[in-house]
Nanobody, 132 residues
Framework: VQLVESGGGSVQIGGSLILSCVAS????????IGWFRQAPGKEREGVAC?????????YYVNSVKGRFTFSRDRAKNTVYLRINNLEPGDTAFYFC?????????????????????????WGRGTQVSFSS
């Protein structure tokens, strides 16, 4: 399993950017993939997760609902996280993760254990910060 994130950068408050995660080494079309973030001095937290199959269900944590959009491109084995209206609290290292041996349905019961490190294959992450 390999996950490679990109798209991070420095953005003005209120600005937008799109993070990408290219996946390989597992059955992309039948997986749950999540985006997570970790700010300096804070624990890693789950942000959102998606069903990559026809269902396409997405779960967002409350703090990002309405501002973040999680999507997938099954032809490219890639998931995206669009961040709109960036807030200072969004500054963090962002990671995507999945685990073929930890199936489930997008929701807190999948997101929380992954964030805690119970399971998961992780990318190296991409930094999101805000510029004044």
């Amino acid at each position: 399993v390999q996950l490679v994130e990109s798209g991070g950068g420095s953005v003005q408050i209120g600005g937008s950017l799109i993070l990408s995660c290219v996946a390989s080494g597992f059955t992309f079309d039948d997986s749950v993939i999540g985006w997570f973030r970790q700010a300096p001095g804070k624990e890693r937290e789950g942000v959102a997760c998606i069903n990559t199959n026809d269902d396409g269900h997405v779960y967002y944590v409350n703090s990002v609902k309405g501002r973040f959009t999680f999507s997938r491109d099954r032809a490219k084995n890639t998931v995206y996280l669009r961040i709109n209206n960036l807030e200072p609290g969004d500054t963090a290292f962002y990671f995507c993760a999945t685990d073929p041996l930890f199936p489930g349905y997008p929701g807190p019961m999948w997101l929380i254990p992954l964030a805690a490190g119970v399971a998961g294959y992780w990318g190296r992450g991409t930094q999101v910060s805000f510029s004044s």
